[in-house]
């Protein structure tokens, strides 16, 4: 196949524009009538009207008596009036206004004697009385057209007696996988030894998830190798049964990249490429009235290119517009660059402090589906923009409520595994208070509570002169912010190493071997002050070791340069290590604590996260994790300067 | 049975917390293992660890040429470097990096000659490679427990080899409808003519819908009598199947309310009624270790103890906290009165003028299900509150997104049905552009618009002593806001009797008449000023008029006071009459026009209102309501004094 076509990069706006005109021409959903009781989420194809009023009769509203209204006339508990027993007929809520009677009097008014009902209040006539048609008039418009039925629409439809209701069918939707190297593990669930080269297919997972949640059947068919023929049939099949056809991948530019030449053989390419970032190799095109989208294969692509584009589009389909993300305006903790060009869609962790709600970006990688699961929202930064400066406000779709954000404990500082282990303890107890980590090394945890950006800071940060673990460094730069500290856990620190040790490191002397490459972690990071005061001990040079600027993030980052053969070794906890099959030397214990402002400390969620450092429970569990002593966990420490 | 518990009142927060712990205590859900393709939605069990790391092999990140780094070094567009075929071997996105190789070049910088590859472009070691492991890393914990799967989620379990997922069993609930009038018109579809005293049951969707929202199950029980043997019964096979049972209603204190009785019987009976309004009559109870809700029987009390009550207990089932609605500050438009005692729940419209989010509280009764189905959201007044004044902020519970109350259109004025079919033909647009309808009278309207507080005011105020419709009240209300004036209909007003027209009514003479009582609109309605033009005309004093004084907001309301027997004659429109069964006498056409004030007139959503006036489509459909002439519809109108 001769490559026709060329990715190009035009404002998105534009491009869904034109999709949603070309979608609204060609294509029409069809109408089933079903029965009230199944249409919750559906959206109605016609305006509703009543078929009878609610109420369909004069009915009482009030348990007691109904009464000529103008027998009671200027009753009171010290002017009773007295009815004759055929004059006050007892009634229930809900009863039918006896004939001849306009109103009813409260049970609590009346009392029953032997000449008849004693009644001790006046009533008004048409007073507890619930007239035809007080809450549904008969042809009444009960819901408009293109309305998504609520619960509270069911009970509206079936008082009104509308039993079946005239609703558009669902948007159906067909997923191709594409691609030789695409492995469907889900129908191969045995299948966990995979071989290199070899890609799990997960979007069609993301992607069909999303539809659901916009009104939409999906299907997804099996996966198409990269070849034109054979992409050209699967889509051929998928147009016939689908009211719209994805794509994925096959999207680029590459060798194998088919996707474009085939619709624009098939029917007519709208555009092959995008201005946004990630998502920006995505096709648009109809083929016999049908809109078909290619996504581009990397995940965090898929779903960005999904959400502008296949949104638009089912929703075009329903002429209904599924509702869009709760945004919340957020100051940026660090600088935020971007290239012009392209709208960028930058993940983001959201967390609440006091008033101040923060925005930290995390990864950007198109290809970290981790990177969406641990986002709260997502930040735009415009096609034009260079990015946004730090402490400057933006505003954040959130992928979560606004109060879940404001039930988030921020930790910032040293990366652990137990932090991930205590996040997910934490949701046992049934809030919705979660822990929000964000890896900015020790000292960064520290220096962010001087900044007022977190609620708990996570550091093991050795200081050489004094042999203690924090509290100098607490001294020096929380002067101002009263804090206490509790212990999270002890831990063994050592050299992650390739299985068996191949260049058969066994100390600190060995980072100065000229045949040695090391990966380092962040300045600021515990395990780098670790390291730096070892060397310092030993007389090493950093300038003098091999891959001393080589700087990661968290232990597994470390583990996963030496995996990868980047690095000889590297300094890290055994998790780390033993995750990726490599081995580990154990260098020295060293002491994890968590540091809380006093300010925060009696607050319900940083509470509830002190009483699961107390959870013998949770305890028990770490100590099963290798390298890990909880032995002290959940203690409150005193600074040896003050004790 | 004799009557043994008593309804009291007891501040929600303390019943809700006592009964979730009561819950928590008992109740244990089930765990499944089900394929993680089948997991939106659900809530995990247990944390879940990564089975294999993403990616799996070291991957190329680009479609290029994989290569040893070092052989590149120093490459440039002026310094290329060649490297033989062996050297440079070609790799699409995602291959695995070929043994020996440890980066790649991107496809547009390297050109193929004969000699071999020329590199225009040096890369660094694992440049635009993805390492094993750079997503997610074997053991990595993917999602915590208690966490609810969405789309994203469902993307990194199975890239990380996690195929099946523990996830807890949906909460079962079961919901008994109680009450001998009750009717099941969905066992009955046929059955649209119900005798006085059949209520037609639809609070179990309702609340079903709910609790499907909510992530349960559910099952609907067949209709149980008022007698407390079968209710008993009824329960007891409810218990065995459910992990939460509903009674709806008997919760109250009258004769025939046996739910609360029953319940001590068979169990705990927790409480019997709540600090809330409306929702009082609730109950709660355990029995056999499964929690009870008794819900009154009117819908909103329903519902509003559904969502204090029943959320919480599912939320606990599970424990997760199913989401709570977006909510956002508003200005309430008019005075908001409550009793102190309960918590009471309001149903508000909510509009956006501009930047002024405003609340109008809307009907009250707690047995108006078109109450909810029409409101944009909910205020609390606390228990010891009063209320609020007109002008100030509250919160608002939303039903909707705040992007859809920035979408909606305020139109304040007279009410007439031509705006309900406005509003659902807008939706046809497949924006979310949708009217909302505060019917304040004519005069109100031009007021709201005088305050800011509507983007539309709809009048068909006659002037009587120059003849003129709306221009006089425009020109004194509006002096300093510039509008433009467009007619929506012309539509014929009349006399609405009883059938057969049994007083005989045949002129405004006749509302002297000391036999004739009728109902009026209230103060500033254009149908209150026309009769009190005719009246004056007549000579006919208004306070000599029996039922002047009561006074209706709607065309609906005066004829559902006619059928009900209050009034012999209200002045209203046709389908008001014909809705109801009831006589219409036309006495005069009116013409009804739409106010713009020119500050809203080119806002994309105020277009689509006139765009929607213009479309033949509606022209046409309004043209077939008997009483309606839409022979002006969309045309601007002048000024007569300026013209």
Same mark, same amino acid.
């Given at each position: 196949m001769t490559r026709r076509v060329y990715l190009t990069q035009r404002p998105w706006e534009e491009l869904q524009s034109l999709f949603v005109a070309r979608i609204r021409e060609s294509a029409r959903l069809g109408v089933e009538v079903i029965p009230t009781t199944e249409a919750l989420g559906r959206i109605t194809a016609e305006a509703l009207r %009543?078929?009878?009023?609610?109420?369909? @009769?004069?009915?009482?509203?009030?348990?007691?008596?109904? *009464?000529?209204? &103008?027998?009671?006339?200027?009753?009171?508990?010290?002017?009773?009036?007295?009815?004759?027993?055929?004059? %006050?007929?007892?009634?229930?809520?809900? @009863?039918?206004?006896?004939?001849?009677?306009?109103?009813? *009097?409260?049970? &609590?008014?009346?009392?029953?004697?032997?000449?008849?009902?004693?009644?001790?209040?006046?009533?008004?006539p048409w007073e507890n009385v619930r007239p035809v048609g007080e809450d549904i008039v008969l042809g009444e418009m009960v819901l408009p057209q293109h309305h998504r039925i609520t619960p509270v629409d069911l009970g509206a439809l079936l008082a009104s007696g509308i039993l079946r209701v005239p609703v558009f069918a669902r948007p159906r939707v067909g997923f191709i996988p594409s691609g030789s190297e695409i492995i469907d593990i889900t129908r191969n669930p045995d299948k966990v030894e995979l071989a290199p080269g070899e890609i799990v297919e997960f979007n069609s997972q993301v992607i069909t998830g999303m539809l659901h949640e916009w009104g939409c059947t999906s299907k997804v068919y099996p996966v198409?190798?990269?070849?034109?023929?054979?992409?050209?049939?699967?889509?051929?099949?998928?147009?016939?049964?689908?009211?719209l056809v994805i794509i994925n991948a096959g999207s680029s530019a590459g060798s194998k990249d088919f996707t474009a030449d085939v619709i624009e053989e098939l029917g007519e390419l709208?555009?092959?490429?995008?201005?946004?970032?990630?998502?920006?190799?995505?096709?648009?095109?109809?083929?016999?009235?049908?809109?078909?989208?290619?996504?581009p294969g990397y995940p965090v692509s898929a779903i960005v290119a999904a959400e502008i584009f296949i949104k638009a589009a089912v929703g075009a389909l329903q002429n209904w517009e599924p509702p869009s993300s709760p945004k919340i305006k957020a100051t940026l903790t660090k600088k935020l660059v971007s290239a012009p060009g392209a709208e960028e869609f930058v993940r983001v962790r959201v967390g609440q402090v006091g008033d101040k709600v923060m925005a930290t970006p995390i990864a950007r990688g198109a290809g970290l589906i981790m990177s969406m699961v641990k986002a709260d929202g997502m930040v735009r930064v415009p096609r034009l923009s260079q990015g946004y400066a730090s402490g400057e406000t933006v505003e954040v779709e959130l992928f979560c409520t606004p109060e879940e954000v404001a039930d988030t404990v921020l930790l910032a500082g040293s990366h652990d595994l137990v932090l991930d282990e205590l996040d997910s303890f934490l949701r046992g107890y049934g809030s919705r208070t979660r822990l929000s980590i964000a890896s900015i090394g020790s000292l960064g945890g520290i220096l962010a509570l001087a900044k007022g950006e977190a609620h708990l800071a996570g550091a093991h940060l050795l200081d050489p002169d004094s042999g203690e673990y924090n509290w100098p460094f607490i001294r020096r730069y929380l002067r101002n912010v009263p804090v206490k500290v509790f212990n999270l856990v002890y831990r063994m620190q050592g050299f992650i190493v390739p299985p068996g040790n191949p260049k058969n490191i066994t100390g600190f002397e060995d980072y100065a071997r000229a045949d040695v490459t090391i990966v380092n972690r962040q300045r600021g990071a515990g395990t780098r002050i670790l390291l730096d005061s070892k060397l310092a001990e030993l007389g090493i040079d950093p300038t003098a070791v091999?891959?001393?600027?080589?700087?990661?993030?968290?232990?597994?980052?470390?583990?996963?340069?030496?995996?990868?053969?980047?690095?000889?070794?590297?300094?890290?906890?055994?998790?780390?290590?033993?995750?990726?099959?490599?081995?580990?030397?154990?260098?020295?214990?060293?002491?994890?604590?968590?540091?809380?402002?006093?300010?925060?400390?009696?607050?319900?969620?940083?509470?509830?996260?002190?009483?699961?450092?107390?959870?013998?429970?949770?305890?028990?569990?770490?100590?099963t994790i290798p390298g890990y002593d909880p032995r002290q966990m959940g203690e409150e420490l005193d600074d040896p300067e003050r004790s």
């Open positions: %009543a078929r009878i009023s609610s109420p369909h @009769y004069h009915a009482s509203a009030m348990d007691g008596y109904a *009464v000529r209204s &103008e027998m009671t006339f200027g009753a009171s508990e010290s002017n009773p009036v007295v009815l004759p027993k055929a004059e %006050a007929i007892p009634v229930n809520t809900g @009863y039918p206004l006896p004939k001849g009677k306009d109103a009813v *009097v409260m049970i &609590e008014d009346v009392h029953e004697t032997d000449e008849g009902y004693v009644i001790i209040k006046a009533v008004a198409v190798p990269d070849e034109p023929d054979l992409i050209k049939q699967a889509l051929l099949e998928a147009i016939a049964e689908n009211d709208l555009a092959h490429g995008a201005a946004i970032k990630p998502g920006k190799p995505v096709i648009l095109g109809m083929v016999q009235g049908v809109g078909v989208v290619g996504l091999k891959g001393y600027d080589r700087e990661e993030y968290t232990h597994t980052g470390v583990a996963v340069a030496v995996s990868a053969g980047v690095a000889d070794v590297g300094l890290g906890i055994k998790a780390a290590a033993t995750a990726l099959g490599l081995d580990f030397i154990p260098v020295a214990e060293e002491r994890y604590d968590l540091i809380v402002p006093c300010e925060f400390l009696e607050t319900p969620k940083v509470q509830r996260v002190l009483q699961a450092l107390q959870d013998p429970a949770f305890r028990e569990f770490i100590a």
